[in-house]
C-alpha cells in the first residue's frame, strides 16, 4: 500500500531486542515482495512464524479450463448461483484466468471459517457485491460492507467472518502485486489530485486480534493448484505490534469519483488498481457527456491486443441487452464489440447513468473454465443482430 501505518507495539529501532513479559523475545518476521526490494512489513509475533507443528496430504484445488471453446463473445450469467459452496473456500468457482489472473465467484453460505487462509502466490482483491462483515488477519481487525474492494497481499494469513445475509463476492487473483495506478502517483506514492480517489478513501485494518487460544491451528495455503495444510500449535494471529506498507485495505467503489468529459471517455478513466498485463477498473454513477452533439454510449471498438471482462454490479446496463446483475461479459481481444441495436440512439440526450460495474482488462488471452461454461449464455455472440438473437446459429457457435 502507498502509505505507511502501524499498529500495536514495537520497539522504536528495528531488528533490537523485544522482549516479553517472560522475558522471552518476540519473534520479529519481514514479510516483503520483489526480493526485498518491493512493498515490506515487520512483525512481532509471541511464537516464531516458523514452528509448524505438521504438515497435512495437500487438496487439490485447481480450475478445470474448458476445451474447445470458440473465439466468441460470451455471456456467463452467475445471479442464480446464489451459493456456490458452503465455506469460503469451497464456494470459489473461478470462471476464467490465464497466467497473470483468476477470476472466481464466492457465494459461502457459512458466516464464520473455522481455519485460517493465505494465498502463497497471488495478490487477492475481494469485491463484495453483497455482503458484509469483517476480516480478520495478522495486521488486524478490517470491517468491510457491500461495494468494497478488500486488497490482500500474498502470504497475508487472514479469514472472513460475514455478518447475517447473503454473500456475493468476485475474487480477481493476481500473480502480480497489485497496484494503484501508476500515474495517478507522484514520485514518492502519494495519489494525485487528479486520481478519482485518494489516501482518505484507503481503509487499513485498525485493531490488533491477538488470540492465544492453545490447541491446532490449521493454515491452509494455496499455491501451484493446491491447498496446502499447514498445523501450528498457535493462533497464527498473535502479532503484538507491525508496521510497514504492506497490509490489507479496502477501498469502496462508492469512493470512486468518476472522470467525465464533453465527449465519451474511454476506459482507462475508470481505472482503480493495476498489475503486470491487466488492470481493474470501476465503472460508477456519472453525469453523460456534455457536447451538444455527444453520443453517451460507448462507440464499437477493437481492443486489440486485451481481453474484457465486465462484472456487472447494480443499475440499468445502457449498452448491452440480456445482462443482468452479477452477469459477466467477455470480449476476446480483436473481436470489435460495441452497444447493441437501438442502444446508441437512445442514449443521446440522457443526462447521467447509474450503472455500477467491475471491468478487468487482461493483456493476455483468458481462459474459461468448465464452471462457466454451465453459466454460459449461448445466444449472447448474435445478439447484435436486428431481431435478436438466432438461436440457431448460436448453437453453431458453440455445439
Ligand atoms: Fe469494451
Known amino acids: 500500500m502507498a502509505y505507511y501505518h502501524k499498529l500495536g507495539t514495537f520497539p522504536q529501532k528495528r531488528h533490537v531486542q523485544f522482549r516479553q513479559e517472560d522475558g522471552s523475545l518476540y519473534a520479529e ?24 507443528t505438521r ?69 487477492e482483491v475481494v469485491f463484495v457485491h453483497e455482503g458484509s462483515g469483517v476480516l480478520l488477519s495478522q ?17 497475508i494469513i487472514h479469514q472472513f467472518h460475514f455478518n447475517d445475509g447473503p454473500v456475493r463476492l468476485l475474487i480477481t487473483e493476481s500473480f502480480s502485486p497489485i497496484e494503484t495506478p501508476r500515474r495517478y502517483r507522484n514520485h514518492f506514492g502519494q495519489l494525485l489530485e487528479h486520481s ?18 492453545g490447541g491446532e491451528h490449521l493454515v491452509q495455503i494455496k499455491k501451484d493448484g493446491l491447498l496446502h495444510q499447514y498445523y501450528y500449535g498457535f493462533s497464527p494471529f498473535d502479532v503484538v505490534g507491525w508496521d510497514g506498507y504492506f497490509y490489507p485495505y479496502a477501498l469502496s467503489i ?19 488498481f493495476e498489475a503486470h498485463n491487466f488492470v481493474i477498473c470501476s465503472f460508477v454513477p456519472r453525469l453523460f457527456d456534455y457536447h451538444p452533439q455527444a453520443i453517451p454510449a460507448p462507440y464499437n471498438h477493437s481492443n486489440v491486443d486485451s481481453d474484457e471482462v465486465l462484472y456487472y454490479v447494480a443499475g440499468d446496463f445502457m449498452s448491452r441487452k440480456g445482462v443482468d446483475r452479477a452477469s459477466f461479459t467477455v470480449h476476446p481481444g480483436g473481436i470489435p464489440h460495441g452497444p447493441h441495436p437501438g442502444t446508441v440512439e437512445a442514449s443521446i440526450g440522457k443526462k447521467e447513468t447509474h450503472e455500477y460495474a467491475v471491468m478487468i482488462d487482461t493483456f493476455k488471452p483468458l ?5 462457466a461454461v454451465g453459466l454460459m449464455d449461448k445466444n449472447y455472440p448474435m445478439s447484435w443482430l436486428e431481431n435478436g438473437p438466432n438461436t440457431t446459429r448460436a448453437a453453431d457457435m458453440f455445439d
Do not use: W
Open 29 to 52: 518476521q519481514l514479510v516483503g515482495t520483489l526480493g526485498f526490494s518491493g512493498l515490506s512489513s515487520l512483525l512481532y509475533h509471541k511464537n516464531p512464524p516458523t514452528r509448524i
Open 254 to 272: 462508492y469512493d470512486f469519483e468518476p472522470i467525465t468529459g464533453r465527449i465519451h471517455q474511454p476506459p482507462p478513466v475508470h481505472q482503480t
Open 139 to 155: 495486521m488486524g481487525k478490517l470491517e468491510f460492507r457491500e461495494g468494497d474492494y478488500i486488497v490482500i497481499p500474498r502470504t
Open 196 to 213: 478519482p480517489f485518494c489516501e482518505r478513501d484507503i481503509r487499513a485494518p485498525h485493531e490488533l486480534i491477538e488470540y492465544t487460544e
Open 55 to 123: 504438515i497435512g496430504e495437500p487438496v487439490p484445488y485447481a480450475p478445470k479450463v474448458a476445451e474447445g471453446i470458440k473465439l466468441a463473445p460470451h455471456h456467463l450469467k452467475t445471479l442464480d448461483q446464489t451459493i456456490t459452496g458452503t465455506d469460503y473456500l469451497s464456494a470459489r468457482k473461478t470462471m476464467m484466468l490465464n497466467s497473470d489472473v483468476a477470476i472466481s465467484i464466492c457465494n459461502p453460505s457459512e458466516r464464520k471459517m473455522d481455519y485460517y487462509y493465505k494465498n502463497g502466490q497471488a495478490d
Open 367 to 371: 481462459y474459461l473454465t468448465e464452471e
